[in-house]
T-cell receptor, first 112, second 110 residues
Framework: ETGVTQTPRHLVMGMTNKKSLKCEQH?????MYWYKQSAKKPLELMFV???????ENNSVPSRFSPECPNSSHLFLHLHTLQPEDSALYLC???????????FGPGTRLLVL | AQSVTQLDSQVPVFEEAPVELRCNYS??????LFWYVQYPNQGLQLLLK??????LVKGINGFEAEFNKSQTSFHLRKPSVHISDTAEYFC????????FGTGTRLLVSP
């Protein structure tokens, strides 16, 4: 596969569930990002990792927990989410933080 | 701080007509500018970017944009649109953090 991939593409979960979103980039990049895209709102940057180190947490609630085991993989662990967390979650990567970002197809999350 | 304003939330246009999607930005330092396109149920795809040099930037799918520093604008244009161009278009600006506009939905009808 090429580019940035995300799994699953769709996810429905209850408020008491625990699930994880996965992102993988095949571009040899060193920076990875999580964004939240809700209807009628601009894309919101959630987290930034540069060379596996978290460099930005944009005041994201602790029910979202990122993990970056290496430069190619990024996870977003979800637990006790709220219905307002329903959104499209997009992963992106760039050569280094601040450079041109390339996006994955997103995971459409519905919290019931 | 940087900000981006996309003046039109929706732009309806007929097939083969020209289109311009407007984008204005605000920043106290020089920035890089981007246009991304999002087709239904997909992620964002990079259309074009301005980093430096020529102010007229050509991108994929026949789109181009012109950087105007004095007017702090980066409008996106296409001389003749296709039905397949129907999508959401996002303007973005970065110095260290990528900041997006709210998007413009381009609706192309026959």
């Amino acid at each position: 596969e090429t580019g940035v991939t995300q799994t699953p593409r769709h996810l429905v979960m209850g408020m008491t569930n625990k699930k994880s979103l996965k992102c993988e980039q095949h571009l040899g990049h060193n920076a990875m990002y999580w964004y939240k895209q809700s209807a009628k709102k601009p894309l919101e940057l959630m987290f930034v990792y540069n060379f596996k180190e978290q460099t930005e947490n944009n005041s994201v609630p602790s029910r979202f927990s990122p993990e970056c085991p290496n430069s190619s993989h990024l996870f977003l662990h979800l637990h006790t989410l709220q219905p307002e967390d329903s959104a499209l979650y997009l992963c992106a990567s760039s050569q280094e933080a601040g450079e041109t970002q390339y996006f994955g197809p997103g995971t459409r999350l519905l919290v019931l | 701080a940087q900000s981006v304003t996309q003046l039109d939330s929706q732009v309806p246009v007929f097939e083969e007509a020209p289109v311009e999607l407007r984008c204005n930005y605000s920043s106290s330092v020089s920035v890089y500018l981007f246009w991304y396109v999002q087709y239904p149920n997909q992620g964002l795809q990079l259309l074009l970017k301005y980093l430096s040099g020529s102010t007229l930037v050509k991108g994929i799918n026949g789109f181009e944009a012109e950087f105007n520093k004095s007017q702090t604008s980066f409008h996106l244009r296409k001389p003749s649109v296709h039905i397949s161009d129907t999508a959401e278009y996002f303007c973005a600006v970065t110095r260290w953090k990528l900041v997006f506009g709210t998007g413009t939905r381009l609706l192309v009808s026959p």
